[in-house]
């Protein structure tokens, strides 16, 4: 078993930034992949971005360029600096981590932060 614990979401203006960290109770080194999903009300949860335990980084189209996606293995956390944030990104973001192969893997939740960017 793996547990997530997010932080660092809040309220800011459209324009400004802010950095999500994700701690994980085991070694980051213990997991293939970790990575931030995001789920507005009324909508699927939708993947914003992935770091393998390699370095391999993935990020959706509408936020390249903006997010980056980070690992910190000595500390067991990943972190997103999200910057010039619009109010579409509003919504409950969530830490995963990917234990596994494509054929047999298991996914860990976080419990999920809220992030409103106002206009």
């Known amino acids: 078993?793996?547990?997530?614990?997010?932080?660092?979401g809040g309220l800011v203006?459209?324009?400004?930034?802010?950095?999500?960290?994700?701690?994980?109770?085991?070694s980051t080194f213990s997991i293939n992949r970790m990575g931030w999903y995001r789920q507005a009300p009324g909508k699927q949860r939708e993947l914003v971005a992935t770091i393998t335990n390699g370095g391999s980084t993935n990020y959706a189209d509408s936020v390249k360029g903006r997010f980056t996606i980070s690992r910190d293995n000595a500390k067991n956390?990943?972190?997103?600096?999200?910057?010039?944030?619009k109010p579409e990104d509003t919504a409950v973001?969530?830490?995963?981590?990917?234990?596994?192969?494509l054929l047999n893997f298991s996914d860990y939740w976080g419990q999920g932060t809220q992030v409103t960017v106002s206009s």
């Open 93 to 101: 973001y969530y830490c995963n981590a990917r234990r596994g192969a």
């Open 77 to 85: 956390t990943v972190d997103l600096q999200m910057n010039s944030l």
């Open 13 to 26: 203006q459209a324009g400004g930034s802010l950095r999500l960290s994700c701690l994980a109770s085991v």
């Open 1 to 8: 078993q793996v547990q997530l614990v997010e932080s660092g």
